[in-house]
Structures are given as structure tokens and as C-alpha cells.
């Protein structure tokens, strides 16, 4: 059966829920490496994007933190790039858990 493949270079915005931030994280991470995939569908693959930037919100944040190049550690991709007050409300939350 003849079959074409379509791959776009545009934006893509995906919400991964965990229970903390760092394991939201930590499941992109994976997703990234190739290590988990968001479907089993075979017709649909995500490929990372092409360019190393990654931007990123918490909860109703209202502006979007800018990753240069995943890392892969939590601190150093999510809290060394957040403002103050959601480092503070990260932490806060973290020792509630």
C-alpha cells in the first residue's frame, strides 16, 4: 500500500501533567531521548525539534521561560531558568509532598 510521511516545522505545544514539576520533567526528558513515546499509534511519530530551544510555562504562569539546550537535570533546565517567585512556589510545593 503506497504511504507518504508529512513532518512539519512549526511550533508545537504539549502539557505533560505529573506529580510534582520535576516529574513533568522528567517525562518530557524521555519523550526528547526517544525513551517513551506519546502514542502507540504507528502513524503518528514526534520527532524533537530541530532546534535546541525549548520554551516552557508552570501552571497559569503567563509568560514562557526559554530552555538554550536541554540538559537533562530539573535544576539546572527548569529552576536555574525561572523567576524567583516560582522557584519559591516550586520548592514550596516539592515540601509539601
Known amino acids: 500500500m503506497p504511504s507518504m510521511t508529512f513532518r512539519f516545522t512549526t511550533e508545537c505545544e504539549l502539557t505533560i501533567d505529573g506529580d510534582s514539576y520535576e516529574e ?51 535544576k539546572q533546565d527548569i529552576l536555574n531558568n525561572l523567576p524567583a517567585n516560582w522557584v519559591e512556589r516550586i520548592q514550596s510545593q516539592n515540601a509539601m509532598h
Do not use: R, W
Open 24 to 74: 513533568a520533567y522528567l517525562k518530557f526528558k524521555d519523550l526528547c531521548h526517544g525513551d517513551a513515546k506519546i502514542t502507540d499509534q504507528p502513524m503518528l511519530k514526534v520527532f524533537p525539534p530541530e532546534n535546541s530551544t525549548v520554551y516552557f510555562e508552570i501552571d497559569e504562569q503567563s509568560d514562557f521561560a526559554q530552555i538554550d539546550a536541554l540538559k537533562g537535570d530539573f
